[in-house]
């Protein structure tokens, strides 16, 4: 076997330990599923290259094109989610994976059809090709350069810096050996591009956190390690006793294939799922903790008066002077009622609708934080006077302020200022919580308000995900706006009005 061969084989292993371990992370991170396509494409381009090779299978270069031309969406994707535009521009994504899906199909269809693959790998396809990768890849790369331009903190540009860099390389090195099988007069550098493609997304993968802190980068590597040594082994043997035999080749590879990107996803799946039981049972335990903490007052407070009149009662003593006690032992009970009662309405986001003053309400949320960071952290009202009402559940509102003011005075540990405004907004009336804080950068901006995303070692990723539910139970919008060393505002915007209920007795649809 040449060098060349070898290269492509443990590129290839890799490659697919990458995206096992990718995969894993499917639906936790935004990056987790582009980089997983993109690590299986450029596999299975390296494999048609090493197969091509051993084999002189006319075939493996049709696959190996039909596989550079998927890496035209999955690229274009990997950039949108991080850039954190991968919602907004949904429409050019999924525009971009149907066309070239159907290019590589066509391409796939050669396989059986000689004259139609001869038609394929003609100059005249590949200036047609061309024309069809520059918008998407143009674009694509355009939105990562002015992210780059617009970072603020020196990690994100550094972050950005090397993606660019790193993506640059692998699509024009790719092209030329797309250009090389046209008939062009061009070195193949696709191996090359592979080599730096893979270390760009290891990398990528590591420093944006993408297996999470439950999974240390080291435990990682060495687990893709022992993969990429196992599948090269697996394949070396398959092509050893198959090499005739084309149809057992491609059941053979293909089983060895599934078997890597299974056994990475198991594997990675365990320690994802072990840490993440841990942080549920974490935040179980903060919220009994709470909940334990609001019901133990009036508890106490009922048996130190029950223990009295029980003494009293003991000691032959009538109870008519006493009736402060057991009108305070009916006052607890009530407590404990309203405490259980907003408990359930917390769980289920059912808002209750009266009249509410958004000023007084703010009041009420912000009188005990300047005991929260005495002297670190400025707060500035800024209260619009003769607001009108609005119609919501006090209780709720207040929960979901807290949580917005929490979150500033997290983001500004060494201090900084916390603005609350109130304003109208159209017809509506709203609440703004600014902060001088870090800021977020485009990834955690798109994510913010999804359940379970968070950034923080101890949190629950239930925060943000909750004041979004409240606002929009009470019919209202909830809007984020962040720049990385520009602090954050979010706007609550409720209506006036009394909110569309679904059931007409305060359940949120």
Not at 31 to 59: C, D, K, Q, V, Y
Not at 203 to 217: C, E, M, N, P, Q
Not at 302 to 309: H, I, N, R
Request: hydrophobic fraction near 50%; charged fraction near 20%; proline fraction near 4%.
């Amino acid at each position: 076997m040449t060098g060349g061969m070898w290269f492509s084989l443990v590129a290839c292993a890799g490659l697919l330990a990458l995206a096992g371990i990718a995969l894993a992370r499917v639906g936790r991170s935004p990056l987790a599923l582009p980089l997983a396509l993109l690590s299986i494409i450029l596999s299975t381009l390296n494999f048609s290259g090493f197969a091509l090779e051993r084999s002189g299978e006319p075939g493996w270069k049709l696959v190996g094109f039909a596989a550079a031309l998927m890496t035209v969406p999955c690229t274009l994707h990997f950039i949108l989610a991080f850039v954190g535009r991968r919602r907004r521009s949904a429409w050019a994504m999924f525009g971009t994976y149907a066309v070239f899906c159907a290019l590589a199909a066509l391409m796939l269809a050669g396989l059986g059809a000689p004259s139609l693959a001869e038609r394929l790998l003609t100059l005249r396809f590949g200036l047609t090709v061309t024309g069809l990768v520059t918008p998407p890849m143009g674009g694509g790369f355009a939105l990562l350069w002015l992210h780059l331009r617009r970072a603020q903190h020196p990690d994100e540009r550094a972050r950005a810096g090397l993606v660019l860099l790193g993506l640059t390389l692998l699509v024009a090195l790719l092209l030329t050996d797309l250009a090389a099988e046209l008939g062009l007069q061009v070195p193949r550098l696709g191996n090359l591009g592979t080599l730096l493609g893979l270390p760009v997304m290891a990398t990528a993968a590591l420093r944006f956190g993408l297996f999470g802190r439950d999974v240390g980068a080291a435990r990682m590597a060495l687990h893709a390690v022992g993969v990429a040594g196992v599948g090269v082994l697996a394949y070396l043997a398959v092509f050893r006793l198959f090499g005739g035999q084309a149809g057992a080749l491609v059941v053979c590879t293909s089983a060895v294939t599934f078997s890597l990107l299974a056994a990475t996803r198991r594997v990675v799946t365990a320690y994802v799922s072990r840490s993440e039981r841990m942080e549920r049972l974490a935040t179980l335990g903060r919220f009994s903790a709470q909940m334990a903490h609001d019901l133990k007052n009036p508890i106490a407070a009922m048996k130190g008066a029950a223990q009295y009149l029980k003494e009293e009662h003991a000691r032959g003593r009538p109870w008519d002077g006493h009736g402060e006690f057991l009108d305070l032992l009916l006052e607890q009970v009530e407590r404990l009622d309203r405490v259980v009662d907003t408990y359930q309405r917390l769980a289920r986001v059912e808002p209750l609708p009266r009249p509410v003053d958004l000023g007084r309400l703010v009041e009420g949320v912000l009188s005990l934080q300047s005991f929260a960071s005495p002297g670190q952290v400025s707060i500035v009202r800024e209260l619009a006077p003769g607001l009108p009402p609005c119609s919501g559940d006090e209780d709720l509102l207040a929960n979901a302020l807290e949580n917005l003011v929490r979150n500033a005075f997290e983001a500004m540990p060494g201090g900084g200022t916390l603005t609350v405004r109130t304003l109208r907004d159209g017809a509506d009336v709203a609440v703004e919580v600014e902060d001088t804080g870090e800021g977020m950068d485009a990834r955690t901006r798109e994510r913010a308000f999804d359940d379970f995303f968070t950034t923080k070692a101890a949190g629950s990723g239930l925060g943000l995900a909750f004041v979004r539910r409240v606002v929009e139970a009470h019919g209202g919008e909830v809007a984020l706006t962040s720049r990385e060393g520009h602090g954050t505002v979010v706007r609550l915007r409720l209506p006036v009005g009394i909110p569309h209920l679904a059931n007409g007795e305060g359940e949120a649809a």
